[in-house]
């Protein structure tokens, strides 16, 4: 239902346009618009597979707390790094070792407020991953040339919910639609200017919205854990979620009866709205 909805809204977009560029030239317009309509259903499709029930632990630590999460069943990996706001977990080279053991089916995931095509693409070569998130605020000239000098990266790009922002973040979603692989709504903080890490959720109404006109798969974070994730996979209809602080300890490690709640939890809600992991 998501991805038809999603696909719809892209549809229209591309058949509005195309009619402007032709105007009464019926046969062109209709041919272009058709073969445009089709890709995009097409990359949707394989996106969605890729990103469906996609279940990200983020703010790996080190090693030892790698292993943890694989051995918990956690299988992409989010490492924060080069960050205006929060200090790093790790270095980046304890980052590149890290990833670079990954066994099959476990992707570490880059996630970095960097704006920037040509660094983008230069760190994650060096770290050695295929998924990159942007916190940053990247342009779309910036998003298009990062597809060009590095089409095998897969790019998630965050859509902060502030308060009262949903017109501005419908605006994002139709103009980098085409540009990223997914988006991931996350919150932001006030009082510290973080956009991500925050351990604060945010209107999920909000997010709702999104995954219905997104034409990529979208995916929840903000203040998840074992306790809401289940309800927030219900409301939000998200195609994957992401937590951070949300399953660790006291003294900030992650806990592995938390990420294993966490896991079930989200299993059982995807499941619950017809998803297969």
């Known amino acids: 239902m998501v991805l038809a909805e999603g696909f719809k809204t892209s549809a ?36 969605q597979g890729m990103f469906e029930n996609f279940i990200q632990i983020a703010g790996v630590k080190n090693r030892e707390e790698a292993e943890l999460l694989i051995h918990c069943g956690v299988r992409y990996l989010g490492f924060p790094l080069r960050l205006p706001v929060h200090k790093e977990d790790l270095s980046e080279d304890e980052a590149s070792e890290i990833i670079r053991f990954l066994p099959p089916g476990v992707q570490g995931v880059l996630i970095t407020y960097l704006d920037r095509a040509d660094e983008i693409a230069r760190f994650c070569e060096e770290l050695g991953v295929k998924l990159v998130q942007l916190h940053g605020d990247i342009s779309a000239d910036e998003l298009s040339h990062l597809k060009k000098i590095s089409p095998q990266l897969k790019i998630i790009k965050s859509l902060i919910v502030r308060e009262n922002n949903l017109p ?79 399953v660790e300890d006291a003294a900030g490690r992650k806990d592995p009866l938390l990420v294993k709640e966490f896991l079930a939890g989200a299993d059982s809600s995807f499941r619950q709205i017809g998803k297969k992991r």
């Open 12 to 47: 229209i977009q591309v058949w509005q346009r195309k009619l402007i560029e032709h105007g009464n030239k019926s046969y062109i317009y209709v041919k272009a618009a058709a073969f445009e309509i089709l890709k995009i259903f097409l990359g949707r499709m394989g996106e």
């Open 168 to 246: 501005q973040l419908e605006r994002l979603t139709e103009t980098f639609g085409m540009l990223v692989d997914a988006f991931i709504t996350d919150t932001y903080d006030p009082q510290t200017g973080a956009s991500g890490a925050t351990g604060r959720v945010h209107d999920w109404a909000v997010s709702r919205r999104l995954v219905e006109i997104s034409p990529k798969p979208l995916i929840l974070a903000g203040g998840l854990n074992p306790a809401n994730v289940g309800e927030a996979i219900l409301q939000v209809r998200p195609a994957g979620v992401d937590s951070h602080t949300g």
